[in-house]
Every structure is written in structure tokens, then in C-alpha cells.
């Protein structure tokens, strides 16, 4: 079980990416099915979701779960009870319950705007039942970094500093110096991360999710955890 | 065996003494506590958020048979009336959830900047009840009714034996502006607008803060909960953190404290930073509840001659640990604390937390 973990504030475009990411798994997987077998009409992905995405239910952006049906994914959402929880802990319940049940290729969760992602993934760490090590993707909005860095410093630091990937997003509504700027202050706070600029309102290349995905391993031998 | 009114007058005795950072038999130990109760009791969760009522007669049973805690935070479920609270709709079991989901605040944009100018021009309470009713969709009125029974859901618990830790409950106000515009849309106007931000608070800080003391002076509790929500020191600049935030905390405990009254500030996330604002309190006068976000080692060193400390169970722990990791964590920090300590949960016990945590909490605590 493939697991990544999308942080970033409220709004920087988490769930519009990882629908992004989504159907570039499901396409992934629908070829690699054909490949494999031709003869084979039921896919095998019918009967067990290839991707699970764990949403929170306050979003800007909620998730069609329409077209997700029928293309091999399952959402599930988590609630919170609370405005101030953070829900490592009903998460790390409910990945093991996927985890025992639905045991997808894939599992993308997305974090809440205020919560730390490192957190929820030593979390899932400490407690979980997936042996797979967790990749946590940051998205960061170009166009409001200045912003936030001001308003919520310690917060928006501490979510770029825990990522391996750090999604500079909504580039097509920052000029290039301001993108430039924002891209070297993320490195200043972490400089082993990959940093990507993109647009979640646009076309995002294969090569961005490749370069995610492919460097957890699993994506071109398919192993069953 | 003692009376419940025995226990009750022992209990109080023993948080009072607490309260007042003096040494004490054992460490008192207070339930923060609401789902869980529906679990544990087998009630459904659309049942119990029916009304406070039920809410408090449901979470009395659950007490009475997890034995001998010293009391709980509320005597009934706040979430259903979440919107009076955070100006934010708030999505109910068994109304727009499945039976058993626990609630679940939706915050969205609900309060516009204009609003911030009626605030300013018209006050707080010639805008707050229109606005729950209209735009929130909220039943006021009949939220007003509910809470009309509280007293009695505290009488309830107190003839049980059990002490009602904060009978009145208060946020900071900027919580109420940051629900109902979002998080997110609040953190652009401090940073586009701080001034007229600040002007709407100035309005709504007046008006709460006369109607708290009035009914701190009919109520008379022995505490009361301030609740800066999301007023951790991580989602503020400093600047802004002592201008929107600390101000706010201040003057509120201030005057419940001049009412003779103990403020807990409850400090969910990671306040480190601004542990020093907090000496300015009077010794015992104020209680610091933690969630487990701030080390509680550092509030021990920084306050704990100053303040009492309350909470720092993680929810996690108790959902996702066992009984002997939960009882050799919460003896540690009963030692580790000493007088000035309240055995209590980080923010609420989690619904599906295990019962067998909640014991081992419970004995670490008795020492049963
Ligand atoms: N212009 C522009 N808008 C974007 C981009 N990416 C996302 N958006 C928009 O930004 C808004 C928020 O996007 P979401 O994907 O919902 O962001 P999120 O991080 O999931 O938000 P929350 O779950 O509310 O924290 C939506 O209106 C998106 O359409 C982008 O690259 N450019
Ligand atoms: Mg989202």
C-alpha cells in the first residue's frame, strides 16, 4: 500500500491536485491492466479500488464522487467533531480498516489546512498496520505565501519543512519573480525536498506525478502489500 | 460508603485545593467528554445530539458507570450548538449525517467584510442572532430553549457526586470571526485589514464581555472556559498573535478573575512560543489546559508555580493505545506534575476511543 499525504494551508489547492494525481493512477493502472492481460473484460479494480482518497469534509473543493466510482478510486470521508483536531488518530483507524479490507495500490489522504502532515505521519507510523514508508507532498499557493508567511509563519514553515515534495501551486496567478522568491525562501526551509511550480487549474504533465509516484517504488512492479 | 453528596463535597474539595496549586490527597482526575458517552452507552449518536438533554442524561450514565472521576468539563454536548459558537454551520447526525457520524463543523464563508462594517455600526447582538437564523439556517431560538436546561443537567451530575468543571463557556472573539468568514478568508483580512478586523472585535469584546459578567454573577461558577480555539501561537505571527489573540485571552480572564472567579484557557495546538505571556496571571487564578501539542514539561517549568495545568492525553493514545501505555502515561504525568494537576483529557476524549483506556486513565488517577 502506496501511502502519500497531502498538507498545505486551507485552500492551496490540495484536492484539486490529488484529482489530478487520481486519474493519472487510474490511467496508469487501467494500461498496465490491458497490458497484462487483454482477454480480461472485469477489471480487477471493479471489485477492490485501486486508489483510496481520505478527504476531510470541509473543503473548498469537494470531490465528485460520481466520476470516482467509476473509474476504480473510493473516497472516504473523516470528521472531526471538533474545529481544533487534528485526526491522526481516526485516520491511523481508518487506514487500518482499508488497510485489512480494501488493500488498494494507492492511498492519498489529504490533511486539513492547519494540520502539520510530519505529525500525522509519525502518527500513522507509530500506530498503523502499512509497513510502506509515507510520502508527504506540500502544497504551497504562490499566489498567498508572502501572506501567510506574515500572518501564520510558524504553520506554513513547519508544513513545507516536513515535506519530501513540495507543490509550488496556482503559479498562473504569481509573476515570475514572486514565484522565484517563494521558491527560494521554500528551500531556505527545505533544502532536500523536490520543489515542482505548477498549476492545479491547468494541464499537469505526467512527468510531476511520475516523479512523485515512481520514486516510492511500487508503481511499475505492482506489489501487494 | 459515602453519600453522593460526600463524594461530591470530597471531589470539590480536592479540585479546589488543586485549583489552588495546594497539596492534595490525589490527583484529581476530569472527564472531557461528550460521543464517547453515545458509544460507550450503546445510544446512537443522532440520538444523543437530539437535544442537551438527552446529551447530559446519556453522558451521566456513561459517568456513573465508569466510577470514580472527580467530574467532567461540560454536562452536555456542545457540538449540535457548534454554530452559536463558531459562527460556522455545524452538519448534525441523524439531520445531515448518517446516525452514527459524529458531527462535523463545516466551515465556509458565511460572514462577509461588509459585515465587519454592521458589526461596527448596528453591535454584536443586532447582528449575531440574524445571522445565525438567516445565513447559518440556525434555530436560535430553540437552542436558547435547549440551554434553558443546563442548570438542571448540572444539578444531575452534582446529586450524582460528580463536579461540572466549567458551568460557563466563552471563546476568545476573534474565534468568532474566523469561523464565520473561514479560517482562511480571517487570515487574509488581518493581513489586509487588520484595522477594521480589530474594530469589529473591539464591538464584540465590549458587548461579551458585560454578558459574561452578568451571568458570571447569576451563575457563580467556580471556573470558567475560555476557549481561544485556534489561538495557538502556530497560527500567528507574534504581532498578530498579541494584537487578535493575547488581548483578547487577557482581558476576558481578567475580568473573571476580578469576578473572583478561576479562568481555564483552553490551549489546544502548540502554544510554546508565548508560554511567558501567561505569568501575568495571579497564582490560581488561572488553569493552563493542554492537549498534548505544547509540552507540558515546559508549561510545568515556565507557569507550573503560578498555574494550575489541566489535560495532555492525547486522543490518540486513548484511541489508538493500550490500557497499560495510557495508565503508565498518565501516572507519569501525575508524578512527573504534582500538586497544581488535573488529570484530564488533550480537547475531547475521542468517540471511538477504547473503554479499557478510559479505565486505565480512571485508575491511574484512584489508584484502583
Ligand atoms: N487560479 C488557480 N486556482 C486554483 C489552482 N489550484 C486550485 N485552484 C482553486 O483554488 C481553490 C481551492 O482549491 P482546492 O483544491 O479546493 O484547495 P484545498 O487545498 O483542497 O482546499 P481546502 O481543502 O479547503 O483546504 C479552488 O477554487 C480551486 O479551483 C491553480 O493552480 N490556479
Ligand atoms: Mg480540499
Same mark, same amino acid.
Given at each position: ?15 484539486? !491536485? ?105 502518527? !500513522? ?101 | ?27 484529581? =482526575? ?36 465508569? *466510577?470514580?472521576?472527580? *467530574? $467532567? ?42 459585515? /465587519? ?31 434553558? /436546561?443546563?442548570?438542571?443537567? =448540572?444539578?444531575? @451530575? ?6 461540572? /468543571? ?24 488581518? @493581513? ?11 464591538? =464584540? ?18 471556573? $470558567? ?108 504525568? =501525575? ?10 483529557? *488533550? ?22
Amino acid at each position: 500500500m502506496n501511502i502519500i499525504i497531502f498538507g498545505g494551508f486551507l485552500g492551496a489547492g490540495k484536492t484539486s !491536485l490529488i484529482l489530478s494525481l487520481a486519474s493519472f493512477l487510474i490511467q496508469k493502472n487501467l494500461k498496465e491492466v490491458h497490458q497484462n492481460d487483454q482477454q480480461e473484460v472485469q477489471s480487477p479494480y471493479l471489485q477492490s479500488p485501486y486508489l483510496v482518497i481520505i478527504e476531510n469534509e470541509i473543503g473548498e473543493t469537494g470531490i465528485d464522487h460520481k466520476i470516482l466510482r467509476s473509474g476504480g478510486y473510493e473516497v472516504r470521508e473523516l470528521f472531526a467533531g471538533c474545529v481544533c483536531c487534528t485526526l491522526a488518530a481516526d485516520l491511523t483507524v481508518m487506514l487500518n480498516e482499508i488497510a485489512d479490507t480494501l488493500k488498494p495500490q494507492w492511498v492519498i489522504i489529504e490533511c486539513t489546512g492547519l494540520a502539520y502532515p510530519g505529525n500525522i505521519a509519525d502518527t !500513522l507510523n507509530r500506530y498503523g498496520k502499512h509497513s510502506d514508508p509515507i510520502r508527504i507532498v506540500t502544497v504551497v499557493d504562490a499566489e498567498r505565501w508572502e501572506e501567510l508567511a506574515e500572518v501564520a509563519p510558524i504553520l506554513v514553515e513547519k508544513q513545507v519543512q516536513e515535506a519530501d515534495v513540495v507543490l509550488i501551486n496556482k503559479i498562473d496567478l504569481a509573476d515570475d519573480e514572486v514565484i522565484s522568491l517563494v521558491e527560494d525562501r521554500i528551500h531556505s526551509i527545505n533544502a532536500s525536498a523536490k520543489k515542482i511550480r505548477l498549476s492545479g487549474s491547468g494541464m499537469i504533465p505526467g512527468s510531476v506525478w511520475r516523479e512523485i509516484t515512481g520514486a516510492n517504488g511500487s508503481s511499475e512492479e505492482v506489489t501487494e502489500k | 460508603m459515602k453519600t453522593n453528596q460526600e463524594l461530591l463535597q470530597e471531589r470539590t474539595e480536592r479540585f479546589t485545593k488543586t485549583l489552588a496549586l495546594e497539596k492534595t490527597d490525589r490527583t484529581p =482526575i476530569i472527564l472531557m467528554i461528550d460521543g464517547f458517552c453515545a458509544v460507550h452507552t450503546g445510544v446512537k449518536l443522532s440520538e444523543f445530539c437530539s437535544s442537551v438533554k438527552r446529551s447530559s442524561e446519556v453522558m451521566l450514565d456513561s459517568v456513573k458507570q465508569l *466510577g470514580d472521576v472527580d *467530574g $467532567v468539563t461540560s454536562a452536555f454536548a456542545v457540538g449540535p450548538i457548534f454554530p452559536m459558537i463558531f459562527m460556522a454551520k455545524v452538519k448534525v447526525p441523524g439531520r445531515e449525517l448518517p446516525d452514527n457520524m459524529l458531527w462535523q463543523l463545516d466551515e465556509a464563508e458565511m460572514m462577509t467584510p461588509e459585515d /465587519y462594517d454592521t458589526i461596527i455600526n448596528k453591535g454584536w447582538s443586532n447582528f449575531m442572532p440574524s445571522y445565525l437564523k438567516n445565513r447559518l439556517g440556525f434555530d436560535f431560538e430553540g437552542a436558547l430553549e435547549q440551554l434553558a /436546561y443546563a442548570p438542571q443537567a =448540572i444539578q444531575n @451530575f452534582n446529586d450524582a457526586g460528580y463536579l461540572v /468543571y466549567s458551568p460557563l463557556v466563552t471563546i476568545t472573539v476573534n474565534e468568532y470571526l474566523s469561523g464565520g468568514r473561514s479560517m482562511s478568508k480571517f487570515m487574509r483580512d488581518l @493581513f489586509k485589514m487588520p484595522d477594521k478586523v480589530e474594530a469589529a472585535l473591539e464591538v =464584540i469584546q465590549k458587548e461579551n464581555l458585560e454578558q459574561l459578567r452578568q451571568q458570571i454573577r447569576a451563575i457563580k461558577p467556580q471556573v $470558567v472556559f475560555v476557549s481561544p480555539a485556534r489561538g495557538a501561537s502556530e497560527f500567528y505571527s507574534p504581532k498578530l498573535w498579541e494584537r487578535f489573540v493575547w488581548k483578547y485571552i487577557k482581558e476576558t480572564a481578567d475580568m473573571i478573575i476580578e469576578e473572583g472567579v478561576v479562568c481555564d484557557i483552553h490551549c489546544d495546538g502548540n502554544w510554546e512560543r508565548d508560554l511567558d505571556y501567561f505569568k501575568a496571571f495571579p497564582k490560581g487564578k488561572a488553569v493552563f489546559e493542554c492537549d498534548g501539542a505544547t509540552d507540558i514539561y515546559k508549561i510545568k517549568e515556565k507557569l507550573g508555580d503560578r498555574l494550575c495545568i489541566k489535560g495532555d492525553v492525547p486522543a490518540g493514545l486513548m484511541v489508538l493505545g493500550t490500557p497499560d501505555e495510557v495508565y503508565d502515561f498518565c501516572t507519569k504525568r =501525575i508524578q512527573d506534575m504534582g500538586y497544581g494537576y488535573i488529570l484530564s483529557n *488533550g480537547c475531547t476524549l475521542p468517540a471511538n476511543a477504547k473503554l479499557e483506556n478510559v479505565k486505565a486513565m480512571i485508575a491511574a488517577a484512584t489508584g484502583k
